[in-house]
Nanobody
Framework: QVQLVESGGGSVQAGGSLKLSCARS????????MAWFRQAPGKEREFVSS???????TYDDSVKGRFAISQGNAKNAVYLPMNSLKTDDTAVYYC????????????????????????WGQGTQVTVSS
């Protein structure tokens, strides 16, 4: 059974930094993409960043230049260092994964839409105060 577990959330003042981590457990055939989404109170879940199996990264405009997604050497973890945090970054952050359990295609895996990711973590709270 594939599971994702986030860590690293917390409270920080505006301008500060946090680093989120997401660890995958369970056996997969292939990692197509992993991503971070976030959901602020009263808002829809929104895309933050993704990384494809070839290392290609994608960011929402709101975090470009401040956040930097990366993956572990074994591709069983993904990280999100977050710098210059703003109060608007306050949200629950979710790790998501698009994995193949058997042979298949990863075409279009590293997308910005929630439905493109089957596996989700439980979320970690990030609170940025002014």
């Amino acid at each position: 059974q594939v599971q994702l577990v986030e860590s690293g959330g917390g409270s920080v003042q505006a301008g500060g930094s946090l680093k989120l981590s997401c660890a995958r457990s369970g056996v997969i055939f292939r990692m197509c993409a992993m991503a971070w989404f976030r959901q602020a109170p009263g808002k829809e879940r929104e895309f933050v960043s993704s990384i494809a199996e070839d290392g290609t990264t994608t960011y929402d405009d709101s975090v470009k230049g401040r956040f930097a997604i990366s993956q572990g050497n074994a591709k069983n973890a993904v990280y999100l260092p977050m710098n210059s945090l703003k109060t608007d970054d306050t949200a629950v952050y979710y790790c998501a994964g698009h994995f193949l359990l058997a042979s298949g295609s990863c075409l279009g895996a590293a997308g910005r839409e929630s439905y493109q990711y089957k596996y989700w973590g439980q979320g970690t709270q990030v609170t940025v105060s002014s």
